[in-house]
């Protein structure tokens, strides 16, 4: 019996150090590699050009709470004023299409 184990690209840098850019790099190429981006969800609001469950997942303080209560969060931090996070949820989804999150 073979069990291949997820792999899970994690980039972890402060607000502004290009993670976005460097996403959009390897954006053309991220389907034959099997690699897709998990949609990390914020409490803050969305900048003129970014759109709900494409740039974030866009949610208010009380839905961060409930989301902490219910241990749906892999890891989560502030940042200024505002919350960011990555759920359970989004992980498996892209685990399940056997891609890699990053």
């Known amino acids: 019996i073979i069990f291949k184990m997820p792999i899970v690209f994690i980039l972890s840098w402060p607000s502004g150090a290009w993670k976005t850019t460097l996403w959009e790099a390897i954006k053309p190429e991220a389907d034959k590699l099997k690699i897709e981006k998990i949609i ?12 709900n469950w494409r740039d974030y ?14 241990w749906k969060m892999i890891e989560w ?11 359970y949820d989004e992980l498996e989804r892209i685990l399940n299409k056997w891609y890699i999150p990053l």
Do not use: D
């Open 57 to 70: 997942r866009f949610v208010s303080i009380k839905e961060f709470e409930k989301l902490i209560e219910q």
């Open 77 to 87: 931090a502030q940042v200024h004023w505002n919350f960011y996070w990555s759920t």
């Open 40 to 51: 990390t969800t914020t409490t803050r609001s969305p900048r003129p050009w970014e759109v």
